[in-house]
C-alpha cells in the first residue's frame, strides 16, 4: 500500500498512512453480522485486491463436482464470469496426497464435505478450505476456512441456487385447477428421521400426502418428470401440489436447505418443520406455513383443507413476491448463498491475503 500509493519522507503523512492501514486490517478482521457490512468488506476486498488474480483448486468435489460446478460460466481468460475478483475455480483431483506443481502455487485447495489434502501445503499462505452444507460433525483441524450453512462460519451459505429476484415473476399455484379429491401436498425424501417417520402417517391419517422417495412412497413418479436429473426431477413434481412438505433431517440453527428454498421459485407454499430460527430470514413472515405453529396435527390438515378452498387465503402466501424490497436478513441469505459462493470464498481468501499484506506493512 505505501509502495504503491506514497513517496514521501513526510513523517506526519506516514503517521496518517498508518493509522489508515490499522483502520483497514481492523475492518477486515471483524466478520460482518448485516448484509451492508457484507457488501462493505467485499467493497474493500475487491478495491485493495488490486485485479490479483485467486487460484483455488478444487481437490475433493463429491456431489459438487457433477451439480453446481457445471453451471458456472467463465471469461476468456478462465477466471470465473460475474465474480468482481479475477478468480481461477477449476477441478484438480490430488493423488494419493501428492500435489501436482499447480496445486502447490495455488491460493487455496477446496474440499467438498470429506477432506483430500496434501501432507503439507504448497507454500506458507496457502489456505485449505472445507465446503459442508449439512449438520454434521468433522474433524476441521487442517481447515484455515470453512464454508457452512451457519452464520458464525467464515463463509455462510445458504441453499439458495439462483437468482432469487426471478422469484417475483413466478405465478403461484392455481388451486381452483385442483378437482375436490385430489391430492394437494407433496413429500419427497431420501432419509428416514425420528420426526419424519412418526409425523407423517399422523398428517396421513387426515389428509392425503403424495409421497415420493424412499420416506412412504406411495406415489409414482410422473412420466414428464422421470427424465431429469435428480434436483429438476424433485421440482418438477413439487410444481404440481400447492403445498410442499419441507421437513428438515434436523431442527438445527440456521439449517434449511432446498427443501425451503426451492418451493419459492416453483410457487408453492412450504410447510416448515426444520431451523428454529426459520422465520428471521423468510422474505415475508406469510411466506411459509409452519407445523410447530399447530397445537395438532388435524387442525394444520384443516388450515390446508381452508387455503385450497379459498384461492383469495392462499394467494396471501404469495403475496410478498410483489414487495418492492425483502427484509435484509433475507436479502443476506440470497446474497451469501450457493449461487454466490464461489466468488463468496475467492473473496475470501483474497481478504485474509490483504490482512496479510497490510498487517506486514504496519
Excluded at 513526510?10 to 460482518?32: F, G, H, Q, R, Y
Excluded at 453480522?33 to 490479483?52: A, E, F, G, V
Amino acid at each position: 500500500i505505501k509502495k504503491n500509493f506514497v513517496v514521501t519522507n513526510d513523517t506526519a503523512l506516514l503517521k496518517e498512512l498508518n493509522t489508515t492501514i490499522k483502520s483497514l486490517v481492523n475492518e477486515l478482521s471483524t466478520k460482518p453480522t448485516s448484509l451492508t457490512r457484507w457488501k462493505r468488506w467485499h467493497y474493500l476486498i475487491n478495491y485493495l485486491n488490486q485485479n490479483w488474480e485467486v487460484k483455488i483448486y478444487i481437490t475433493e468435489g463429491d456431489w459438487y463436482a457433477s451439480q453446481d460446478l457445471q453451471r458456472l460460466k467463465y471469461n476468456n481468460d478462465g477466471t470465473l464470469a460475474n465474480c468482481d475478483i479475477p478468480c481461477v475455480w477449476k477441478e484438480k483431483r490430488l493423488r494419493y496426497w501428492v500435489p501436482s506443481e499447480e496445486l502447490k502455487t495455488a491460493d487455496a485447495l477446496f474440499c467438498v464435505n470429506r477432506p483430500n489434502l496434501p501432507i503439507r501445503k504448497g507454500w506458507e499462505g496457502q489456505k485449505f478450505i472445507n465446503y459442508n452444507l449439512e449438520p454434521v460433525q468433522h474433524d476441521f483441524g487442517r481447515f484455515d476456512i470453512l464454508v457452512t450453512f451457519e452464520e458464525f462460519s467464515d463463509v455462510p451459505t445458504s441453499y439458495i441456487r439462483m437468482d432469487h429476484n426471478e422469484w417475483r415473476r413466478k405465478k403461484p399455484f392455481n388451486v381452483t385447477s385442483l378437482s375436490p379429491n385430489s391430492t394437494f401436498i407433496s413429500f419427497i425424501a431420501s432419509h428416514w428421521t425420528e420426526f419424519r417417520e412418526t409425523w407423517i402417517p399422523t398428517l396421513q391419517a387426515h389428509v392425503p400426502v403424495a409421497s415420493f422417495g424412499k420416506v412412504y412412497p406411495n406415489t409414482p413418479w410422473d412420466s414428464e418428470c422421470i427424465n431429469f436429473e435428480w434436483f429438476e426431477m424433485k421440482n418438477c413434481i413439487i410444481s404440481k401440489y400447492p403445498f410442499y412438505l419441507a421437513i428438515e433431517n434436523s431442527q438445527v440453527q440456521d439449517y434449511s436447505t432446498e427443501k425451503l428454498w426451492d418451493t419459492f421459485k416453483l410457487g408453492v407454499v412450504p410447510v416448515i418443520w426444520g431451523a428454529p430460527n426459520t422465520r428471521s430470514y423468510l422474505p415475508h413472515p406469510k411466506s411459509a406455513i409452519f407445523i410447530d405453529d399447530f397445537p395438532n396435527v388435524e387442525e394444520l390438515a384443516n388450515y390446508l383443507k381452508y387455503l385450497v378452498g379459498n384461492e383469495t387465503a392462499y394467494l396471501e402466501y404469495h403475496q410478498w413476491r410483489t414487495m418492492k424490497t425483502w427484509p435484509e436478513e433475507f436479502e443476506k441469505k440470497a446474497y451469501m448463498s450457493m449461487w454466490n459462493m464461489e466468488c463468496n470464498v475467492c473473496k475470501e481468501v483474497a481478504r485474509l491475503r490483504i490482512v496479510k499484506g497490510l498487517t506486514d506493512e504496519m
